[in-house]
């Protein structure tokens, strides 16, 4: 039981150094997925946090300082 609890607080603390992936990376990531689908009319845009209004959030990234919002038609 020692061990699985060890285990479960290990991975907690690993986790969020994994999260952290460059916003570029990430963008282009989601970009090339929705081209793959057949996705076409849209933006993706990084903004920070603070910046994020009505918009459709897509990914968080830089250590969830900054999001990645999706626009259609542009």
Not at 47 to 57: A, M
């Amino acid at each position: 039981m020692k061990k699985l609890i060890m285990v479960a607080v290990l991975l907690m603390i690993a986790s969020p150094v994994f999260a952290k992936k460059s916003c570029e990376e990430l963008k282009a990531e989601i970009d090339a997925k929705l081209q793959a689908k057949g996705v076409k009319g849209y933006s993706l845009e990084i903004v920070p946090n603070e910046n994020v209004k009505d918009q459709k959030v897509i990914g968080s990234c830089d250590g969830g300082t900054k999001k990645i919002v999706y626009k259609r038609g542009e």
